[in-house]
Nanobody, 121 residues
């Protein structure tokens, strides 16, 4: 069992930045961030493989968001810059134990509780 604890959400203005954190209780193969806006399905944002540090991003966030991890702290981060109102959503961190499709939620075994990000224009 891997427990994930997220932090760092909040309310900001368009163009501002936020950094989300996700602390994991154990080591996993890879981790990712997903978001879910009201009335919409959960969407892939970014993913990282724990050992290699290789990353993958949704097209909508490329160049604005950066996913990273701190091996010593077993913590994953999502640096979100140039935020837009359409980024408003609950952001979830997730962990997967084996290789799989990074952009698919079904590949992930554990999920955090979610943290709200609200971007106003």
């Amino acid at each position: 069992q891997v427990h994930l604890v997220e932090s760092g959400g909040g309310s900001v203005q368009a163009g501002d930045s936020l950094r989300l954190s996700c602390a994991a209780s154990g080591r996993t193969y890879g981790m990712g961030w997903f978001c879910q806006a009201p009335g919409k399905e959960r969407e892939f944002v970014a993913a990282i493989r724990w050992s290699s540090g290789s990353t993958n991003y949704a097209d909508s966030v490329k160049g604005r968001f950066t996913i990273s991890r701190d091996n010593a702290k077993n913590t994953m981060y999502l640096q979100m810059n140039s935020l837009k109102p359409e980024n408003t959503a609950v952001y979830y961190c997730a962990a997967r134990l084996v290789h799989g499709l990074e952009y698919s939620s079904v590949s992930y075994n554990y999920w955090g509780q979610g943290t709200q990000v609200t971007v106003s224009s």
